[in-house]
Structure formats: C-alpha cells, structure tokens
T-cell receptor, first 112, second 118 residues
Framework: GQQLNQSPQSMFIQEGEDVSMNCTSS?????WLWYKQDPGEGPVLLIA?????ELTSNGRLTAQFGITRKDSFLNISASIPSDVGIYFC????????????FGAGTILRVKS | GAVVSQHPSRVICKSGTSVKIECRSL??????MFWYRQFPKQSLMLMAT?????????EQGVEKDKFLINHASLTLSTLTVTSAHPEDSSFYIC??????????????FGPGTRLTVT
C-alpha cells in the first residue's frame, strides 16, 4: 500500500526560527495536504496542493508539491509559541475514492 | 461553513459493551465520510469509507463485524464499536467529503471521540 515518509519526527526550535519538514513517497499522489493537529482535537487543514510543482503560501506557511508528485515540503517562517503541535502530511488519491494516506507526523515544540 | 461534529467527545465504557459514535456534517451534505483511528503519538489510520445508502468499505485488517458503520443520511454516519475491549481504546476521528466540492478535494475533519474501554 501507499506510505508516506515524514521527517523530521520532532523538532525543538527557538521562537523566531524558520521550520522545514517534508514528506516523500514511493507512490504518486494527486493531491498533497498539510494538516496541524492540537492535542485532543481533529486535524485542521493548513495547505492543499493540487498541481505538481505548485508552491502555495498561507500566512507564514509555505508548501510545495514536488514535480514528481511523490514529495512535498512545508516551511513555517518566524515560528511562534502557538505553532506548537503535530503536523501531518497527507496524500490523496482521487481514483481510490479520495482516500487520504497520512505521514507519521512531525512534533513541533517551540522554546519561547 | 464546513463544520463536522462528533458525539460524544469522550466516552468510557466497560469491556464487552458496545459504543456508538456519531459524525455529522452540520452545514453541508456528504455522500462520503471516512473513519480514522489514532493511537497515542501515532498518525491517523483510515479504518473505513462510509458511503450514504450503501455498505461501508473497510481497510485491510479492520473487522467489519466489530466496527459497524451506518451512513443513513447525507449528514450522518455512525460508527459502533461492538463488544469493546481495552485494546479498542483510541481516538476516533471522522471526516466528511462534501457532495458539491467543485474543484476542491478537501475533507473536513471532526473534533474526534476519545474512547476508553475499562
């Protein structure tokens, strides 16, 4: 089955620093999505990428859909304490009923 | 818009009993809803795809007789954990795929239900 390799597993950074995380897969996906999950809550969509090579920003967040459709990265600029949480990448396959395959997650901890 | 609710948010039940979890799309219709399970410090794992008016499709390794899914209307899907055991304790999350999504393929996630089986 499809698998997503997400790295790093966790990050402990200084407030104000930029953050980068990425996901790779051996499979091609139609859509790449990045979610943030706070403890005890459902994931919230941050950025959705629909086209290979697409670079999309949402405030301090920037994500890109790899040209090969097998990878994506998420950058967070000038991190702040509320960025703490778990970030998941997810790949979506339209031909499989729009199922999502999630990466293992990146735990982000910010030192204030 | 695009709000998905789950009820209950937390439930504690005794081993051997059954628990029903509801997933509702509050302001849109969804022909497809997905059920995920998330164990502590792990990712979301898709359990099944719930389709309105038809049988759910279960992922490999998920027991359909144990996790009963009913998608009776375009705004409601239910997951019933039958004969629950402590190993079923987990965070169950649903998502809904809008009927009219246009060019978007976004699913909207519920807030999750924490199930603890004692």
């Amino acid at each position: 089955g499809q698998q997503l390799n997400q790295s790093p597993q966790s990050m402990f950074i200084q407030e104000g620093e930029d953050v980068s995380m990425n996901c790779t897969s051996s499979s091609i996906f139609n859509t790449w999505l990045w979610y943030k999950q706070d403890p005890g809550e459902g994931p919230v969509l941050l950025i959705a990428l629909y086209k290979a090579g697409e670079l999309t920003s949402n405030g301090r967040l920037t994500a890109q859909f790899g040209i090969t459709r097998k990878d994506s990265f998420l950058n967070i600029s000038a991190s702040i304490p509320s960025d703490v949480g778990i970030y998941f990448c997810a790949g979506q396959l339209w031909e499989y009923g729009n199922k999502l395959v999630f990466g293992a997650g990146t735990i982000l901890r910010v030192k204030s | 818009g695009a709000v998905v609710s789950q009820h209950p948010s937390r439930v504690i039940c005794k081993s051997g009993t059954s628990v029903k979890i509801e997933c509702r799309s509050l302001d849109f219709q969804a022909t497809t809803m997905f059920w995920y399970r998330q164990f502590p410090k792990q990712s979301l794992m898709l359990m099944a795809t719930s389709n309105e008016g038809s049988k759910a499709t279960y992922e490999q390794g998920v027991e359909k007789d144990k996790f009963l899914i009913n998608h009776a209307s375009l705004t409601l899907s239910t997951l019933t954990v039958t004969s629950a055991h402590p190993e079923d304790s987990s965070f169950y999350i649903c998502s809904a795929f809008p009927l009219s999504s246009g060019d978007s393929y976004e699913q909207y996630f519920g807030p999750g239900t924490r199930l603890t089986v004692t």
